[in-house]
C-alpha cells in the first residue's frame, strides 16, 4: 500500500522557520518525482516546490528564496525547509509523488503550517 505522510507543521511567528517531511512507503521511492503543494482555507492547492528523480529542484516565486527542497532516497524522505515564513504561508502543506505520463498523484494527508503573531 503506498503511503505518503507529512510531518513537521506547527504553530511559527512571522520570520521563523519550519521544517517539513514526507516520508514514502509502498513505491520505488527513488523513481518518483517528489512535490510539495499548500492549500489555505477557501483557496485552491498551489504547487509549491518539486525535486526530480534526477535532483533538479524549482520553486514557485512566492517561497523561491525562502523554502528548500531536498530527499534522501536512502530514507525515503522528501524535505521541505521554509525559512522568513509569512503570514501568508498559512496552509495545509501535502507533499506528492508523480512519475513522468502517470495520470494520476499519490498524495499525503497534509500537516498544518500556521504561521501567526
Known amino acids: 500500500q503506498v503511503q505518503l505522510v507529512e510531518s513537521g507543521g506547527g504553530l511559527v511567528q512571522p520570520g521563523g522557520s519550519l521544517r517539513l517531511s514526507c516520508a514514502a512507503s509502498g513505491i520505488i521511492f527513488s523513481i518518483y518525482h517528489m512535490r510539495w503543494y499548500r492549500q489555505a482555507p477557501g483557496k485552491q492547492r498551489e504547487y509549491v516546490a518539486v525535486i526530480t528523480t534526477g535532483g533538479n529542484t524549482n520553486y514557485a516565486d512566492s517561497v523561491k528564496g525562502r523554502f528548500t527542497i531536498s530527499r534522501d532516497n536512502g530514507k525515503n524522505t522528501v524535505v521541505l525547509q521554509m525559512n522568513s515564513l509569512k503570514p501568508e504561508d498559512t496552509a495545509v502543506y501535502y507533499c506528492?509523488?508523480?512519475?513522468?505520463?502517470?495520470?494520476?498523484?499519490?498524495w499525503g494527508q497534509g500537516t498544518q503550517v500556521t504561521v501567526s503573531s
Open positions: 506528492s509523488a508523480e512519475r513522468d505520463h502517470l495520470g494520476y498523484k499519490y
